[in-house]
């Protein structure tokens, strides 16, 4: 089922507010199994009203249309619609009269102009609000739906469920509707698209999305179909193939994130980590923080800034900074090392680097970062020259911090 968006307001267009209302009603479509083809928002302008409807439903099985329902002079909503259908309006008594009553309930002062929110076109039948005044409606035209509820969003998050869904679900017919999320790091969008170009997905139900969320990237696996165990059955078999192709960059599934998945390592392996932050100062100690019980396996965090406090609190040689830089390996490696031994911690990570926009040079320019991880036995470290502006370095840092750390736990010999 092909489900079109139309969102109208001068405030819209305007950019005086945003649009949240499109971006929810089609995650709520996609993960029913149903398509949005075309979204556009308009404003209070007949013409351009009619004319979206024209384009939206040339696309759509139905079309769900948000704003212009309350009582004032610049709601025309329904008017438009209804001259768009060449229906008459007409005033539905017992929505007037439920209107009435939750004004009273309220001790909201009546005006006359409110019995406008009781108006629908001839034929309409009228879809209830259960918090806002003005109530929604639905047309049949030629086949296709016109669903129109009111544009504020807490009246559309609540409507959605309740009230659009069972009736785009009358239509459409049971599907089921199975998705997974595979959480990928360290490979480009591109790379990935190239990895899974043989996979299988003709002839099974599942279709595959990519989601950048930098500086992850998200595939989310959908199956639909009104047979739940052939769904089931093509989201595995696609699953596995894509495992079978990325494993190497994939660090979680759904709601999985970085920061809680390193979290259940240390705590299945009874272990402590204390972390020391140049470049990232403190993004990666407050990913660490952010999961609870994270106060079971995290020691502490040091923002060591300066050469200074790396010498202080972390015991790195003043020499070893003289010689080698506050950024560089020799430096990262005794900062993990100390911030492990100072806390008393079993593993300790250490970042460190030049964020920019200034203090690069030829040897290192801005972007050079250097992550190490040690538990006293063994320690790695990996530099990597990054490309982007000072805000990203720091963010990417930290994930790539994150990852290390989860390999380094893991076990795997890969973690270079």
Same mark, same amino acid.
């Given at each position: 089922?092909? #489900?079109?968006?139309? @969102?109208?307001?001068?405030?819209?267009?305007?950019?005086?507010?945003?649009?949240?209302?499109?971006?929810?009603?089609?995650?709520?479509?996609?993960?029913?199994?149903?398509?949005?083809?075309?979204?556009?928002?308009?404003?209070?302008?007949?013409?351009?009203? *009619?004319?979206?409807?024209?384009?939206?439903?040339?696309?759509?099985?139905?079309?769900?249309?948000?704003?212009?329902?309350?009582?004032?002079?610049?709601?025309?909503?329904?008017?438009?619609?209804?001259?768009?259908?060449?229906?008459?309006?007409?005033?539905?008594?017992? %929505?007037?009269?439920?209107?009435?009553?939750?004004?009273?309930?309220? /001790?909201?002062?009546?005006?006359?102009?409110?019995?406008?929110?009781?108006?629908?076109?001839?034929?309409?039948?009228?879809?209830?609000?259960?918090?806002?005044?003005?109530?929604?409606?639905?047309?049949?035209? *030629?086949?296709?739906?016109?669903?129109? %509820?009111?544009?504020?969003?807490?009246?559309?998050?609540?409507?959605?469920?309740?009230?659009?869904?069972?009736?785009?679900?009358?239509?459409?017919?049971?599907?089921?509707?199975?998705?997974?999320? #595979?959480?990928?790091?360290?490979?480009?969008?591109?790379?990935?698209?190239?990895?899974?170009?043989?996979?299988?997905?003709? /002839?099974?139900?599942?279709?595959?999305?990519?989601?950048?969320? $930098?500086?992850?990237?998200?595939?989310?696996?959908?199956?639909?179909?009104?047979?739940?165990?052939?769904?089931?059955?093509?989201?595995?078999?696609?699953?596995?193939?894509?495992?079978?192709?990325?494993?190497?960059?994939?660090?979680?599934?759904?709601?999985?994130?970085?920061?809680?998945?390193?979290?259940?390592?240390?705590?299945?392996?009874?272990?402590?980590?204390?972390?020391?932050?140049?470049?990232?100062?403190?993004?990666?100690?407050?990913?660490?923080?952010?999961?609870?019980?994270?106060?079971?396996?995290?020691?502490?965090?040091?923002?060591?800034?300066?050469?200074?406090?790396?010498?202080?609190?972390?015991?790195?040689?003043?020499?070893?900074?003289?010689?080698?830089?506050?950024?560089?390996?020799?430096?990262? %490696?005794?900062?993990?090392?100390?911030?492990?031994?100072?806390?008393?911690?079993?593993? /300790?990570?250490?970042?460190?680097?030049?964020?920019?926009?200034?203090?690069?040079?030829?040897?290192?320019?801005?972007?050079?970062?250097?992550?190490?991880?040690?538990?006293? @036995?063994?320690?790695?470290?990996?530099? $990597?020259?990054?490309?982007?502006?000072?805000?990203?370095?720091?963010?990417? @840092? @930290?994930?790539?911090?994150?990852?290390?750390?989860?390999?380094?736990?893991? /076990?795997?010999?890969?973690?270079?």
């Amino acid at each position: 089922m092909n #489900i079109g968006i139309l @969102t109208i307001g001068n405030e819209l267009t305007s950019g005086r507010i945003a649009d949240t209302n499109t971006s929810y009603l089609a995650r709520e479509f996609h993960v029913r199994g149903w398509d949005v083809p075309v979204s556009m928002a308009v404003g209070d302008e007949a013409g351009a009203i *009619g004319e979206a409807l024209d384009f939206i439903l040339e696309r759509s099985d139905a079309v769900v249309v948000t704003g212009g329902l309350g009582p004032t002079a610049d709601d025309i909503t329904t008017e438009c619609i209804a001259k768009y259908c060449g229906l008459p309006l007409y005033l539905d008594e017992a %929505v007037l009269q439920t209107i009435r009553e939750r004004f009273a309930a309220r /001790g909201l002062r009546w005006t006359d102009n409110n019995a406008k929110q009781a108006m629908f076109p001839q034929g309409a039948e009228p879809l209830r609000n259960p918090v806002g005044t003005a109530w929604g409606y639905v047309l049949n035209r *030629g086949g296709k739906l016109i669903a129109v %509820v009111p544009g504020v969003p807490m009246e559309v998050k609540r409507m959605t469920p309740e009230v659009l869904v069972p009736l785009f679900e009358q239509k459409a017919g049971k599907t089921y509707i199975l998705t997974k999320t #595979i959480k990928l790091f360290g490979l480009a969008e591109a790379l990935i698209d190239s990895a899974l170009a043989d996979l299988p997905l003709a /002839g099974t139900t599942v279709s595959l999305g990519f989601y950048p969320r $930098f500086p992850e990237n998200h595939l989310v696996l959908t199956a639909r179909s009104a047979d739940r165990a052939r769904a089931e059955a093509d989201l595995a078999l696609i699953g596995k193939g894509v495992v079978e192709r990325l494993s190497r960059n994939i660090f979680g599934y759904d709601e999985d994130t970085l920061e809680g998945m390193i979290g259940a390592l240390l705590t299945e392996k009874k272990l402590t980590i204390s972390i020391a932050e140049s470049l990232t100062g403190g993004l990666i100690a407050d990913r660490i923080t952010n999961v609870p019980g994270s106060s079971a396996y995290f020691e502490r965090g040091i923002v060591a800034y300066s050469n200074r406090s790396k010498t202080e609190l972390l015991g790195v040689p003043e020499e070893v900074i003289r010689e080698h830089g506050a950024v560089s390996r020799e430096t990262a %490696v005794l900062m993990a090392e100390g911030v492990r031994k100072t806390s008393g911690a079993d593993v /300790g990570l250490a970042t460190t680097g030049i964020a920019g926009p200034s203090g690069g040079t030829g040897a290192k320019p801005v972007g050079t970062v250097f992550i190490a991880v040690s538990d006293g @036995t063994r320690t790695v470290c990996r530099d $990597f020259a990054f490309k982007w502006e000072r805000r990203r370095i720091k963010e990417i @840092t @930290t994930q790539w911090a994150l990852e290390l750390t989860r390999r380094f736990l893991a /076990g795997e010999s890969h973690v270079q």
